[in-house]
């Protein structure tokens, strides 16, 4: 075996975790179920032709204080709905093992960022999620729209970051692309539905939390 | 006996996938990710720092970000011929294979003739078996995504920044759906960490896949400043 493939696979802590799910019953069921691929890739033209039309500005510090806190509101989001959702119970194998292990990552997403913000970081608001944390269908189809915002959140803003803000931001949306990836396996979708990842503006962001109505105080 | 791209290539179907997108021989998922190709060049091309105004840094990023998608591109393509994947395997591969080539694609018309040539490989039977492509196929994910994070914050053109971040997150998505396919944690850790050129090229050469290198052109003089 190349170096390569040893080097990126061994995992052996992540593998371990996987086991200790003991979800294989359902592992199995999630590879005969069938996964639908077809005519996703036409995506692709809509994809990027609004790349070039997004809004962009010269980076400053106190520009992306701004855009850390618009996504620090996402990964709090994020946060506050998985471990709510784990709170009630409901979820059970991979859909639990997502909910734990992605619940931990937007915890610490929601640390680094709010250190990097220090005193200009903004009060985490409260949030109410309903049945999305109840209903196991339902907290999939919001994770999966979550994780695919956070991601296209991240992309909008690249341009707009200083350079060392850019260079944390990109540790960290790859992560929530994972995350969306990993959530729509879960929901038979399409794990990455094109050859590129469509942007968001700051304001088609904060459009999309304010539908999702589970923001309650700002 | 060995395999190769060239050996594999024999009716040049790889080279019409990267060379004649627009054509209507290939099979719908293949015209599906021209379009896809196309767009992205059209986003790269109407740019204003696209083109001849792209700076050599950025040329030679882009030629970096051409080699290692020639190399996932030329790896998909290869298992696909060789019929070893089944189930969700060959369906992945089916969607990721062509977005590859896709990126291959809307990077070589984006650099015109500055683009670095597709090398040659051998991917030494992990093609072959289905445990061993999904393995070498998160590797080479893996190892996309470390790549083009270390690269983003160099970029100098916003229009280029814009779509190489837009791909990165998509290698992302390959990534963690490779490493599910294999029964790993398709998110293992809170960051991902970037990987510099070097020790890219490094971990690339240690697999002994790329039998013949890709030239950069672009570290010369630029032909395509005209």
């Known amino acids: ?218 | 006996m060995t395999l190769t791209l060239a050996t594999l290539d024999r009716d040049g179907a790889i080279r019409e996938a990267l060379e004649n997108v627009d054509g209507d021989s290939r099979a719908g998922f293949l015209r599906k990710a021209a379009v896809g190709g196309a767009a992205l060049v059209g986003a790269m091309a109407g740019a204003p720092a696209a083109g001849a105004a792209t700076s050599p840094r950025d040329v030679s990023i882009l030629n970096y970000a051409l080699t290692l998608e020639y190399l996932q591109a030329a790896f998909y393509t290869e298992a696909e011929r060789e019929g070893a994947l089944r189930g969700k395997a060959a369906r992945a591969a089916a969607v990721v294979g062509p977005v590859e080539r896709a990126h291959v694609t809307a990077f070589r018309k984006a650099l015109g003739r500055a683009a670095a040539k597709r090398p040659t490989f051998n991917f030494q039977g992990t093609t072959e078996n289905q445990g061993r492509f999904l393995e070498t196929a998160v590797a080479f994910e893996d190892l996309a995504v470390a790549a083009y994070k270390a690269q983003a914050p160099r970029i100098q053109s916003p229009a280029v920044l814009a779509v190489a971040v837009s791909i990165h997150s998509v290698e992302a998505r390959h990534a963690a759906w490779m490493r599910r396919l294999v029964g790993i944690l398709p998110a293992a850790s809170p960051f991902d960490d970037g990987i510099g050129q070097a020790e890219a090229f490094r971990i690339v050469d240690s697999t002994g896949f790329v039998t013949s290198s890709a030239t950069t052109r672009a570290k010369g003089k630029p032909r395509f400043t005209g």
């Open chain 1, 1 to 218: 075996m190349p170096d390569l493939v040893t080097v990126q696979v061994a995992d052996p802590e992540a593998a371990a975790l996987f086991a200790r799910e003991g979800e294989n019953s359902t592992r199995q069921a999630l590879l005969r179920r069938a996964l639908a691929v077809g005519g996703t890739l036409t995506l692709g033209g809509v994809v990027v032709a609004g790349l070039p039309g997004l809004a962009h500005s010269a980076p400053s510090p106190a520009q992306d204080a701004r855009i850390l806190n618009l996504v620090l509101l996402l990964e709090n989001l994020e946060a506050e709905f998985y471990a709510e959702a784990l709170r009630r119970g409901s979820l059970k194998g991979e859909l639990r093992q997502f909910a734990r292990v992605v619940g931990s990552h937007e915890r610490a997403h929601v640390a680094f960022i709010t250190k990097a913000l220090g005193r200009a970081a903004r009060k985490k608001p409260t949030f109410a999620f309903g049945n999305a944390t109840r209903n196991p269908a339902r907290f999939t189809a919001a994770a999966l729209a979550l994780e695919d915002l956070g991601v296209a959140a991240y992309n909008g803003q690249a341009a707009n970051l200083t350079k060392p803000t850019l260079a944390a931001a990109a540790r960290i949306v790859s992560v929530e692309a994972r995350h969306a990836a990993w959530i729509r396996f879960i929901a038979g979708e399409s794990p990455a539905p094109g050859p590129t990842d469509q942007p968001a503006t700051a304001a088609k962001v904060t459009a999309a939390v304010r539908r999702t109505k589970f923001v309650k105080s700002a």
